[in-house]
Every structure is written in structure tokens, then in C-alpha cells.
């Protein structure tokens, strides 16, 4: 519908700069989102990198700054994908979201991740704030209520919606598009924009049926979207702006806000049975339900113009935080705009796309059990190597070079030095600074322009360089004491020693707040390693941070080496991915989930010796097999006879699992099933003894 045209060349003039410390002062409070997860699978480094990692720096790095912020997320736990997991798991769709929300939410929590509150979308008061939403808007005659023709899946007796039918995007022809959107070109897309359409639950062509649904026009805010956006919010990250100029010179369409689902809250209006609010008009609205959990004074937060509201997002959620959800809070009303949405481009792993379905990713859960109390070394890699404005790879190599190099050598070293040698030679306490020189004052200095060229980068949005600017802090420290080499200075000139281990404690403890929106464990350390309060953020290089006399604790690594075999346990572990990927895509079967062995056990698979067999008549595979188990004769109807002649199979032994339930096939009740495997290309041969046994023998 519209398509997304190479959109860095149209905004070459653009100049993007964002009033920085002055804009933000302008604002009384802070509100930060983070995309909403799905809960149908775990977190991985994508997500991380693209969304989480961001929010949560620029949420610590206000709170450090004193302002008034929350920070709010929740797992989205409507919408299409859900039903298809809960459907080929077989079970209800309240039992997925249960488990991929507590398990989501403990990953978050041990990544360090401060939400204020991690909320669901199915918690009830997010159902009656979306609810409410919704009526207001159709109170107002905000809504087109139209019947239009819709894929519908005969065999399955359902509509298609969204990600229950997929086909060839008619704009890149990626084969796999789903029916809201083509994940290949970023691209939104209707169901009937999909060329060869094919449902995804029964895999069978669907046919077109008359449904109602209510669209939010979005044609008719089309020239507040582009007032909005391309004139008032020119400061907005590239990628965005772009994505939202091709979306909006390309012109805006109706979009229907409600789906024929039996998961998700209803439309409540009168006539309207079997339809829910379309996911993606609940789930935004998920962020205003999880402040009304937090606070009292939630409206503050969503309706005060002196409210800085931010949204952090992956680059496929742009559309709908810069579009269509600033579309419904302008028709509501009441609502303030996002001040930002610094979405990022995507992360790649290895090379290859990040795909859940592939399980080509590195989840956070088993991040967190494989790297023990290593959160800050993926934080550090994801943040210093972040796709802010470029699609980015993810390596292992890289993973280990940058904890190695720069946690290791730079921070982890420089801060160990400097506590070593304060015991060596100052009895663990802090010593006096007396007669500094031009170096040490220069370096005491230079801490304060280093914050505020964090602050700078912070404040808009270029996490990767305050990253860098913040580690410039510690490698100006290494730089110190090697020039000043007070080891060696230690026997001519005591004093000078005391004044360099002075300043090097005192970037130590600027550093135990300036890395703490980076590295939160790490910056906590750091502060029982000096025994102190932690440093205010505005202290840092304008005060004394650490008082002569002071006493710090025994020091400890900050950082450890990660060594080789540790890289090279997950690099075999994505090739076998791969290689199992491969397998499956030349044909062979996926995996199917793991079975506890009393699920095995209650298999009763016997050897069994046919004693007859015949073709069933009016048919082309039905083979009808008289059988001897042993225990009974019985008959069990196989559709082999594509491959095997019945007169061939008298007297041979066959493996049969015999407590299957009986079924009719043509008539005829069959009782079992002959196990045969079965190639890629569907051909059949038979599982059989490698030696003649006992008839009625168990196979286990
Ligand atoms: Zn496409």
C-alpha cells in the first residue's frame, strides 16, 4: 500500500540537530516507553539492542539527572501471533502469555533493566482503558464502519487476519509477507495486498467473505501528520523522519482498527460479536494503561504539555508510534504527542537476519545462565556496537575483543590500578592533593567536559558516542598514571605519588556514576569498591568526590577475560543451528518438542508378522495388512501401496504401534499403525527388525 522508497536521499538537506540541555529544561517530567514484547517467545539481542538497552541509558541517565521520569513497559499479549503459538502448542493463549511474561519479565530484571513497571496487555485495567479508547472515538463518529470482502480459511472456519495468512509482498516479492505486514521491506500491508495469498493455519487457498470492520481514517490526518512531523520535528533521528516522509508523501489510507479474532478485547459496541480491537490499536494504549497501574497522577504523564514523552522502538514500529498512535491521540483529544521516537535499524547475528523461527538469535534467558552476572558486558557490546543508524552485526569475536580491549583493559584496569596502589602505597586511604601540577589539574578538568559531552549525546539520543565519550574518561586515566608511572616515582617523590593516586581516585569515583547508565552492576561496584554514597551525577568534576583520609575497600576485578573455548562453545552452537536450518530447508522435518518418557512409555510399539495383505479397492494408496502381533490378529489399513505390491509383503516383520486408537478408513476399522520413514521427496520404506524375533516383541 505505501511503498517505503529509498528514503536517505530525500532528506540530504535536512539538518539534524536537537535543541539539547535547553529543551530538555523546558520540560516538568518525563515519560519513556519501550516497545511493548510480545509475549510469545523470549528476548533476544535484537530487541535489546534496537529498544531496551537504549530506553533503560536514557531512563537511569534522567533519574541520575534528578528529573521527574517513569520508564513503563508490559508484554503485549494480544494480537495474531499469539494464537498461531498457542495453536501449535495446543493450548490456550492465556497459558502462552503466562509464561513468556514471567519469563520476559525476570530476564529484564536480571538484565538490569529499570522499568518502573513491566505491565500486560491482558491485565484488566489495560482491557477497560483500551475499551474506553475505543468507545470515545466511536462516540465521536471518529470511526468509518465499512463491510468489505476478507480472506476467509473454510477449513478452519476462521478469517484471516494479520499473520494467519501469508503471500508475496507486491513490493520486494518476499515470499513469506504476512497480511499486515512484509517483514522483508518494512512495508504494511492488507491481506489483499498479498499476491498468491495462502492461509497459514490449514496452508490451503482462502476464499473471500463479507465482513464489517470500523477504520480509523487516517487519510483525514494526513496534514496534521505531516505539520507535525515534517516541519515541527525535523530533529527527529533520520531513519525516522525518513520513514514517515515516504509514508506520508505516499498518502495516507483508512485502517481498520478492529480483526474477526476470538483472542483480544472485544469492540465494545453493539453488533460486533467475534471481533476484537486490532492488536496494534490495544497494544500503544498499553503504555498509558501500565502509568494508570504506577501512579495516581498518571494523567500528568499523558496529558500535560510540559510531559517529555519518548518512545523507544525497533525500525518496524515506526509506522505505527509515529503515525497511526499519534493519529488516535489526536482524534481522542485529551492526549499529548510523543517530544521523540528514536527508533534504531535492526541488529544482525553472525551475518544473518536475527529470525525466531530459524532460532537464529542469542536469547537473553540463556545469555543469562551461560554468562553469569555478565550483564554489563553484553550491555556494553549491544550499546557500543548499536544499529542506531544502520543495520548492525552481532559477533561473538566482537563480543570478545570489546570485553576483553576495553571492560578488561581500559575501565577494568585503570579503576584496579588505581585501588591497588592506593593499598600499596597509601594504606587504603585516599590521600591529600598538595601542590598539584598542571597535569593533575588539567585531568581533574577534563572529567567535567567529558560528562557534558556524555550529557550531549545523551540528550540526543547518540547513545554509541556518550558510550564512547564515558570509557574516554577511564582511558584518560590509564593514560595518567602511564605517563606519571608512580610505581616508579614511589622512592624520590612520595608526594606527587599521593597527588596522582588523589586524582586517579577521583575519576574512579566519577566513573561509578557516569557508567551507571551503561552499566548499572558494574557502577554499584565500583561504590562498594570505594565505600561511599553514590557520586550525584552533577558532581562529577565540580566537586571533591573522595575526601583525603577516606578508607576504600580491598579491590576485586571489575571486568574478567572471556578466553577462547567460551566464544567457541557459541559459535558451535550457532552452527549446528545452521546446520540444522539447512536440514529442514532441504526438506527434512522440524524438530517437534521435547516429551517427558512417560509420554514414551505409553507408545505400545510390538513386532508383528503380516500375514496377509490386498489393495482396497477404488483407491491408490490403501493397503489392507492382516497382522500377527503375537497377542491378536488384527487389521490395520497403510497407505503404502504407492511403494510396495501386497504379494511382497506376506511374512514380513513390521514395526506397529498397536494402543493407537481404532479408526474406519474406507469402511474397513484399522487397528494400529505400520511405522515406515519417510524421505524428503515422500518416499516410504519400512522399520523392521534387523533380525527375525518373536512376534508381539516391544520395541523401546
Ligand atoms: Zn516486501
Not at 522483508?184 to 500491508?189: A, F, M, Q
Not at 498479498?194 to 494526513?222: A, M, N, R
Not at 551475518?351 to 530459524?358: A, E, L, V
Not at 570509557?471 to 599521593?498: C, F, H, I, Q, S
Request: with cysteine.
Amino acid at each position: 500500500m505505501y511503498p517505503v522508497i529509498n528514503y536517505l536521499c530525500q532528506i540530504t538537506n535536512q539538518t539534524n540537530t536537537i535543541p539539547g540541555e535547553g529543551f530538555m529544561k523546558n520540560y516538568k517530567r518525563h515519560l519513556v516507553t519501550a516497545a511493548l514484547p510480545y509475549a510469545n517467545g523470549p528476548v533476544h539481542i535484537g530487541h535489546l539492542a534496537g529498544v531496551y538497552i537504549p530506553a533503560d541509558i536514557y531512563s537511569r541517565y534522567l533519574r541520575l539527572r534528578d528529573k521527574d521520569i517513569i520508564f513503563v513497559c508490559g508484554s503485549d499479549e494480544h494480537g495474531v501471533p499469539i494464537t498461531i503459538k498457542a495453536r501449535q502448542e495446543g493450548v490456550p493463549p492465556q497459558q502462552i502469555v503466562n509464561h513468556y511474561h514471567e519469563l520476559n519479565k525476570k530476564s529484564f530484571e536480571q538484565f538490569g533493566i529499570s522499568f518502573d513497571i513491566y505491565h500486560r496487555t491482558s491485565h484488566p485495567t489495560h482491557h477497560k482503558t483500551a475499551s474506553e479508547f475505543f468507545r470515545k472515538l466511536y462516540d465521536k463518529g471518529d470511526f468509518v464502519e465499512k463491510s468489505t470482502e476478507q480472506y476467509f480459511d473454510e477449513e478452519a472456519g476462521q478469517f484471516l487476519a494479520d499473520r494467519y495468512i501469508t503471500g508475496i509482498c507486491p513490493h520486494c516479492s518476499y515470499e513469506s509477507a504476512y497480511g499486515d505486514q512484509c517483514e522483508n521491506c518494512g512495508t504494511s500491508l492488507s491481506p489483499t495486498d498479498l499476491i498468491k495469498p495462502k492461509s497459514t493455519i490449514s496452508g490451503g487457498k482462502p476464499i473471500l467473505k463479507k465482513t464489517k470492520h470500523w477504520y480509523l481514517p487516517l487519510d483525514q490526518y494526513e496534514s496534521f501528520l505531516k505539520k507535525w512531523i515534517l516541519q515541527e520535528n525535523k530533529h527527529w533521528k533520520v531513519n525516522v523522519y525518513g520513514q514517515c516522509k515516504s509514508w506520508l508523501d505516499g498518502g495516507l489510507e483508512p485502517r481498520a482498527v478492529t480483526r474477526d479474532l476470538d483472542w483480544g478485547i472485544p469492540v465494545p459496541v453493539d453488533d460486533a460479536e467475534g471481533k476484537v480491537l486490532y492488536v496494534w490499536f490495544d497494544a500503544p494504549i498499553g503504555y498509558i494503561s501500565a502509568t494508570k497501574d504506577l501512579t495516581k497522577k498518571w494523567e500528568d504523564y499523558w496529558k500535560d504539555k510540559k510531559t517529555c514523552m519518548v518512545h523507544f522502538i525497533g525500525k518496524d514500529n515506526i509506522v505505527f508510534h509515529c503515525i497511526i498512535f499519534p493519529a488516535m491521540l489526536k482524534a481522542e483529544g485529551t492526549y499529548i504527542l510523543p517530544a521523540n521516537v528514536p527508533a534504531n535499524e535492526f541488529l544482525n547475528l553472525e551475518n544473518d537476519k536475527i529470525s525466531t523461527s530459524r532460532n537464529w538469535a542469542v536469547w537473553l534467558h540463556e545469555y543469562l545462565e551461560e554468562f553469569k552476572d555478565k550483564q554489563d558486558v553484553l550491555r556494553y557490546v549491544l550499546c557500543a556496537n548499536a544499529p542506531e543508524t544502520k543495520d548492525n552485526d552481532f559477533t561473538w569475536k566482537d563480543f570478545q575483543v570489546r570485553n576483553n580491549n576495553e571492560l578488561v583493559a581500559i575501565l577494568g584496569n585503570f579503576v584496579h590500578r588505581s585501588l591497588v596502589l592506593t593499598h600499596k602505597y597509601c594504606e587504603g586511604k585516599v590521600p591529600g592533593l598538595e601542590n598539584p601540577d598542571p597535569y593533575d589539574q588539567n585531568v581533574l578538568q577534563e572529567m567535567k567536559s567529558i560528562r557534558k559531552s556524555v550529557e550531549e549525546n545523551l540528550d540526543q539520543f547518540r547513545f554509541r558516542l556518550a558510550l564512547k565519550e564515558t570509557m574516554n574518561l577511564a582511558r584518560l586515566g590509564n593514560k595518567y598514571l602511564a605517563d606519571t608511572e608512580p610505581w616508579k616515582l614511589v622512592k624520590t617523590d612520595p608526594e606527587k605519588v599521593r597527588n596522582i593516586l588523589y586524582v586517579s581516585l577521583q575519576i574512579t569515583a566519577g566513573l561509578s556514576t557516569l557508567i551507571q547508565p551503561f552499566l548499572p552492576a558494574s557502577g554499584s561496584k565500583l561504590v562498594e569498591f570505594l565505600k561511599i554514597e553514590p557520586v550525584k551525577w552533577s558532581d562529577i568534576g565540580t566537586k571533591e568526590l573522595l575526601m583525603p583520609g577516606h578508607e576504600i575497600a580491598q579491590p576485586e576485578l571489575l571486568f574478567e577475560k572471556i578466553e577462547d573455548h567460551t566464544i567457541q562453545k557459541q559459535l558451535d552452537k550457532l552452527s549446528s543451528i545452521k546446520q540444522l536450518n539447512e536440514s529442514i530447508a532441504s526438506g527434512l522435518e522440524v524438530p517437534k518438542e521435547g516429551i517427558s518418557y512417560e509420554e514414551f512409555n505409553k507408545l505400545d510399539i510390538r513386532i508383528a508378522e503380516v500375514l496377509s495383505a490386498e489393495k482396497v479397492p477404488k483407491t491408490n494408496k490403501l493397503i489392507k495388512l492382516s497382522l500377527d502381533t503375537g497377542l491378536d490378529k488384527r487389521t490395520v489399513v497403510s497407505g503404502i501401496a504407492e511403494f510396495f505390491k501386497p504379494e511382497d509383503l506376506v511374512g514380513k516383520q513390521v514395526c506397529l504401534l498397536a494402543n493407537l486408537e481404532p479408526r474406519k478408513i474406507k469402511g474397513i476399522e484399522s487397528h494400529g499403525m505400520v511405522l515406515l520413514a519417510e524421505n524428503p521427496s515422500g518416499e516410504l520404506v519400512f522399520v523392521t527388525p534387523d533380525n527375525v524375533i518373536a512376534k508381539g516383541s516391544v520395541v523401546k
